[in-house]
């Protein structure tokens, strides 16, 4: 296992991600835990320290599955990371309701890690609300030992992502992102590491297979990787990709089984970053395979002063382009909740004013009319 530093600890590279575990008949709320304990045995047999969980995962059955597998083992030898769940506005009132049931559900005393859950545009107002003390109770509960680290996930954009650094920066020790070779520009991730990186707060990676995408690529999007390292597997290319970045300190995969835990070891008993040509290579697969759906916004803005529905146009190209690559998701309609209804794609009246002074060419009318289709 290699192992990455983080002010005086010594973190596994790869982390377990609790978020799909394995479940029973294909039950997501019912956790297999046999099967769970199994892989714990074996990825603290070889290494993996650091497990992540949260309250929505599994219904609320991660926490309590990691929880019962690393009771047996001293606590010192593993890092247990928890959320505070933001992603439901009905929780803010309830941190300390909620960090006392998590701390007893997991079988702990203290978190290692604790991060705020989710930051995004649904959220964010009200994560930075003073009104709730969120940031205060888990100062609080810092000073106290109860919590070792305090960070945060983050699926919004980067205003979202901004707005966040300024306000409770000072205070994050690190930010856990969908990062991988896809959403580096489909995403705009380079732009939130490098912005990361100006906070010195560093990475830790979820979504790194993009749900399983970057693990199943056709023979033809895989044949120039093959290409270029004949002996790597097809998942291992995005985490050799993560290992490439010098702020990525820990990368979660979300482990179904314990064929994938053994794969996922395999491939972080080493450390292989890819040459200058291998990175571009990955970069141009990601973006041959975000290309076909993708409609290539540059986020110039000329064309919003023209829209007379006042719509933020970039912004929901963005959103739209999300959504058609994953098939749907979970993004897009979250982003889209925190937008009022006469800003939405279907308030777009099909004038093309827009499309008139777009350098780009865009069919934008087009788009937000099918956008406003698959969001039925
Ligand atoms: S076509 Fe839609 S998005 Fe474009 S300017 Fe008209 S209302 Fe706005
Ligand atoms: S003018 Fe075209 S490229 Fe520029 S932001 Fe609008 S849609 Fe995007």
Not at 21 to 35: E, I, R, S, T, Y
Not at 265 to 280: G, I, K, Y
Not at 284 to 305: D, E, I, K
Not at 345 to 352: F, K, M, Q, T, W
Request: aromatic share 10%; glycine share 6%.
């Amino acid at each position: 296992m290699i192992y990455k530093a983080f002010q005086d600890l010594k973190l596994s590279a790869l982390g377990m991600g609790c978020m799909r575990l394995p479940v029973v008949d294909g039950k997501d709320d019912q956790v297999n835990q046999a099967a769970v304990e199994e892989m714990v045995a074996y990825a603290m047999s070889h290494g993996v320290n650091y497990y992540d969980t949260a309250w929505g995962y599994h219904s609320g059955n991660s926490e309590l599955a990691i929880g019962k597998a690393l009771v047996a083992y001293p606590r010192e030898s593993f890092y247990l990371a928890d959320k505070f769940p933001g992603y439901d506005l009905s929780n803010m009132d309830k941190v300390a309701e909620i960090f006392e049931a998590q701390l007893k559900k997991c079988q702990v005393e203290y978190f290692d890690f604790y991060l705020f859950h989710n930051v995004c545009e649904m959220n964010i107002d009200a994560y930075l609300d003073p009104k709730y003390g969120i940031l205060d109770y888990l100062l609080e509960q810092k000073k106290n030992g109860r919590i070792k680290h305090l960070g945060f996930s983050c699926h919004g954009a980067m205003p979202v992502l901004k707005r966040f650094l300024e306000a409770y920066g000072a205070h994050m020790e690190f930010c856990q992102l969908q990062l991988n070779y896809v959403d580096w520009t489909f995403q705009g991730c380079k732009e939130k590491v490098e912005l990361l990186e100006e906070y010195h707060i560093p990475v830790w990676v979820m979504e790194p297979l993009r749900g399983g995408r970057l693990a199943r690529l056709t023979e033809g999007e895989g044949a120039v990787l093959k290409e270029l390292r004949p002996q790597e597997s097809i998942p291992a290319w995005a985490f050799r990709f993560l290992q490439t970045i010098p702020s990525v300190v820990v990368t979660l995969s979300g482990m179904s089984d314990l064929e994938q835990t053994k794969a996922n070891l395999e491939t972080f008993s080493t450390e292989a970053p890819l040459s200058d040509m291998e990175w571009e290579a990955v970069l141009a697969l990601g973006r041959r395979m975000t290309g076909p759906a993708a409609l290539a916004c540059t986020a110039c803005r000329y064309c919003v002063s023209h829209c007379p529905q006042g719509l933020d146009i970039p912004d929901l190209l963005a959103l739209y382009n999300e959504h058609r690559f994953t098939g749907g998701g979970f993004i897009a309609p979250m982003a889209l909740s925190a937008i009022p209804k006469e800003k939405q794609p279907s308030a777009c009246i099909g004038c093309r004013s827009c499309e008139a002074v777009c350098p780009q060419q865009l069919k934008i009318s087009e788009a937000m009319a099918d956008f406003t289709a698959r969001l039925k």
